[in-house]
């Protein structure tokens, strides 16, 4: 579809976004270890906060291999934390296709140690034809420790979860 620029418009489905949404909430207060789709998710092990379609909200208590050698959590980590969560923002839109990001932009404001908790939110700033730019941030303590931004491609390429998500049963 053209949009009045003459540029195509990627599609979205609104039943897809609708599942998408209505899957993650059973996991709603859940440790995302138990998430059915293998991704860094897993690994990260948070709990899901909020979801809604172009926002998630995570918290996650922040482990021994999580740190630099000083033993704050490593930017890093912190970098596959707000990447994950955007991603996952933009996988509840209603997309058929992969996401890639471009480009990770991170502002480090402050620290976390093992043990403590952090919460990590995404949410799409803005959805264009073929490009949004997603915003997030890490909280401990209701401080932001960092914030990052990112330009996500919507590519033409399937992404591995639309299939799985189009055959749960919800």
Known sequence: MENNNGQCRKEYSVELSDKVVK????????????????????????????VERGVISMSVI??????????????????????????TACATLGYETA?????????????AKAGDVVTVRAFVYREGNSLMHVVGEIKKDDVVIAKGQSNVFISNQPADYVNFIKNFNI
């Open 23 to 50: 899957l993650m909430k059973l996991f709603l207060g859940k440790k995302l270890s138990s998430f059915p789709i293998q991704c860094v998710t897993k690994w990260m092990d948070g709990t899901l906060l909020e």
């Open 62 to 87: 922040v482990r021994p291999e999580m740190t630099n050698p000083g033993g704050y959590l490593h930017g890093g980590t912190q970098g596959a934390m707000l990447d994950d969560a955007m991603g």
């Open 99 to 111: 996401f890639l990001s471009t480009n990770l932009n991170i502002d480090y404001l402050g620290t």
